[in-house]
T-cell receptor
Framework: DAKTTQPPSMDCAEGRAANLPCNHS???????VYWYRQIHSQGPQYIIH???NNETNEMASLIITEDRKSSTLILPHATLRDTAVYYC????????????FGTGTLLAVQP | ETGVTQTPRHLVMGMTNKKSLKCEQH?????MYWYKQSAKKPLELMFV???????ENNSVPSRFSPECPNSSHLFLHLHTLQPEDSALYLC?????????????FGPGTRLTVL
């Protein structure tokens, strides 16, 4: 079973920041937080991951709370092409290379 | 070719047919994966191969038979499937040694079992 809880859907206006929340209250010290997204009928795409510190790359920023029980993925300027299902995944990658996907959040970017 | 490729992209088969799905990765990775995505369900991990050895079989029925002849190729052999096996089958690869290594996914094979 997935170890995360995400809202089933969210809307965002084009050009605005999209903030996608994820709860992972049972996360353990060795577990990373990963974000992937899946555009309709395509394979999932890696976005970003983090352990404790906030992370930023060319696609997004990941904000992890100090207690690590929740995180937020931020797409700073959402475009229509960002419409997808976003998955938050928690796994101990030192122990396993499995990813267990949940149901994710369907982000709909509106024009 | 770059990334992870899958063939065929679409497949229609009868319940008595035998077919195979092929996955090839051009990234120099040493781990490969099969996932199944049924309509309106989360991705389900089916098999994991690390260094060509199967390390995970997620209670997959024996009518699905994986094969990993080398670290770049992964097959999923199908026989006597059921209509409920209709789904998107996704292949992925990664580098095992890198903690936090991302998985790269192929575009998938859309399978319909009649």
């Amino acid at each position: 079973d997935a170890k995360t809880t995400q809202p089933p859907s969210m809307d965002c206006a084009e050009g605005r920041a999209a903030n996608l929340p994820c709860n992972h209250s049972t996360i353990s010290g060795n577990e990373y937080v990963y974000w992937y997204r899946q555009i309709h009928s395509q394979g999932p795409q890696y976005i970003i991951h983090g352990l404790k510190n906030n992370e930023t790359n060319e696609m997004a920023s990941l904000i992890i709370t100090e207690d690590r029980k929740s995180s937020t993925l931020i797409l700073p300027h959402a475009t229509l092409r960002d419409t997808a299902v976003y998955y938050c995944i928690v796994e101990d990658r030192g122990a396993t290379n499995k990813l267990i996907f949940g149901t994710g959040t369907l982000l709909a970017v509106q024009p | 070719e770059t990334g992870v490729t899958q063939t065929p992209r679409h497949l229609v088969m009868g319940m008595t047919n035998k077919k195979s799905l092929k996955c090839e990765q051009h990234l120099g990775h040493n781990a490969m994966y099969w996932y199944k995505q049924s309509a309106k369900k989360p991705l389900e991990l089916m098999f994991v191969y690390n260094f060509k050895e199967q390390t995970e079989n997620n209670s997959v029925p024996s009518r699905f038979s994986p094969e990993c002849p080398n670290s770049s190729h992964l097959f999923l052999h199908l026989h006597t499937l059921q209509p409920e096996d209709s789904a998107l089958y996704l292949c992925a690869s990664s580098q095992v040694e890198l903690a936090g290594a991302e998985q790269f996914f192929g575009p998938g094979t859309r399978l319909t079992v009649l």
